[in-house]
């Protein structure tokens, strides 16, 4: 068995301004589509044949492991983007906002220090909103050889991509610009739903 890529739940074309068709064609198109290849080279005739990508994650080593938490935290990057044209809420449901103004003092002064950690990610990388098992918000930076999914003490709701890539055909080395129009296209209803839950989602992306 193989992993299928997964579509992204926008067209190309419907990021602009954020991103522009051209930079999710190399993105998700080109740049993804060929760690999921890497992906099932790797796993074809092994006892990873069989599982899902979440259960690759938590379970592989190594060169399996990078390229299948790569995957894992761009396809939960994917869902944290809504189009600006889509009729979607423009802060996050009552209850996660109040969780918000609660951790950080206000949903500006979380933007704040959310952009504040992006920009001191240096090189290859993730900055997440992080739900812990006790209710308390974190936001921390994450490496490209690991992923939140595997501290079972925290739950992922919000990720954005500061990898050279995700951004550079559009803002070059300006990624304070890209951190801050990141904010016109958050889907807060994914980001709400994922506060809401219990336990952590096993996305099966």
């Not at 939960?76 to 600006?84: A, D, G, I, T, V």
């Not at 950690?117 to 930076?141: R, Y």
């Amino acid at each position: 068995m193989s992993i299928e890529q997964s579509k992204l739940p926008y067209r190309y074309d419907e990021m602009q301004p954020f991103l522009s068709s051209q930079n999710l064609m190399l993105h998700h198109g080109k740049l993804q589509k060929q760690q999921y290849d890497r992906l099932n080279e790797l796993i074809d005739n092994t006892v990873f044949s069989d599982k899902n990508l979440t259960e690759i994650v938590k379970t592989s080593e190594g060169e399996l492991f990078l390229h299948a938490a790569e995957i894992w935290n761009h396809n939960f990057f994917w869902k944290c983007l809504k189009p600006k044209s889509c009729n979607q809420p423009i802060l996050p449901n009552p209850d996660l906002l109040k969780a918000i103004e609660s951790n950080f003092g206000s949903f500006d002064e979380f933007k704040k220090l959310f952009k504040a950690s992006a920009l001191s990610s240096h090189g290859s990388g993730w900055t997440w909103l992080l739900k812990e098992a006790s209710g308390k918000l974190v936001i921390i930076n994450t490496n490209v050889i690991t992923t939140p999914i595997l501290d079972v003490n925290t739950f992922p709701l919000l990720n954005i991509d500061v990898w050279e890539h995700a951004y550079y055909i559009d803002y070059h080395e300006c990624r304070k610009q890209y951190l801050e129009n990141f904010w016109n296209v958050v889907n807060w209803n994914f980001v709400s739903k994922n506060y809401a839950q219990k336990v952590p989602q096993q996305y099966n992306f």
